[in-house]
């Protein structure tokens, strides 16, 4: 894989750059990164607050993790059980254009870092 190939896949932060392209163009990530900016939430709260089927929204959340756009945070609860909460990965993105590809630019969310 040349340089160029690579600069336009991957930003130096693990930032899918493709994916996260496809995913922020997406209606239903769209929705979930909303519901994300304002606290964090876990996979139940995101299909009760965001339009689509329950798969629908576990499917969203996974290419967002994988793309490096949220992440979870897991959360013990009083009586054992654990909880499993979706955050923002990432405060801003900045993409650009070069001679040699796409390059991506992040700010990694300030919080609960």
């Given at each position: 894989?040349?340089?160029?190939?690579?600069?336009?896949r991957?930003?130096?932060?693990?930032?899918?750059?493709?994916?996260a392209?496809?995913?922020l163009?997406d209606?239903?990530?769209?929705?979930?990164?909303?519901?994300?900016?304002?606290?964090?939430?876990?996979?139940k709260?995101?299909?009760?607050?965001?339009?689509?089927?329950?798969?629908?929204?576990?499917?969203?959340?996974n290419?967002?993790?994988?793309?490096?756009?949220?992440?979870?945070?897991?959360?013990?609860?009083?009586?054992?059980n654990?909880?499993?909460?979706?955050?923002?990965?990432?405060?801003?993105?900045?993409?650009?254009i070069t001679?040699?590809?796409?390059?991506?630019?992040l700010?990694p969310?300030?919080d609960?870092?």
């Amino acid at each position: 894989m040349s340089q160029r190939q690579q600069r336009r896949r991957e930003s130096e932060h693990g930032l899918e750059i493709d994916a996260a392209l496809a995913l922020l163009g997406d209606d239903y990530a769209q929705e979930i990164l909303a519901v994300l900016i304002e606290d964090p939430a876990t996979a139940k709260e995101l299909t009760e607050r965001c339009p689509g089927s329950r798969v629908t929204i576990y499917r969203r959340l996974n290419r967002l993790e994988e793309a490096g756009l949220v992440e979870t945070e897991i959360r013990i609860r009083s009586d054992g059980n654990h909880c499993e909460r979706y955050r923002l990965a990432v405060d801003e993105i900045t993409v650009s254009i070069t001679e040699e590809g796409f390059e991506a630019e992040l700010r990694p969310s300030s919080d609960g870092e």
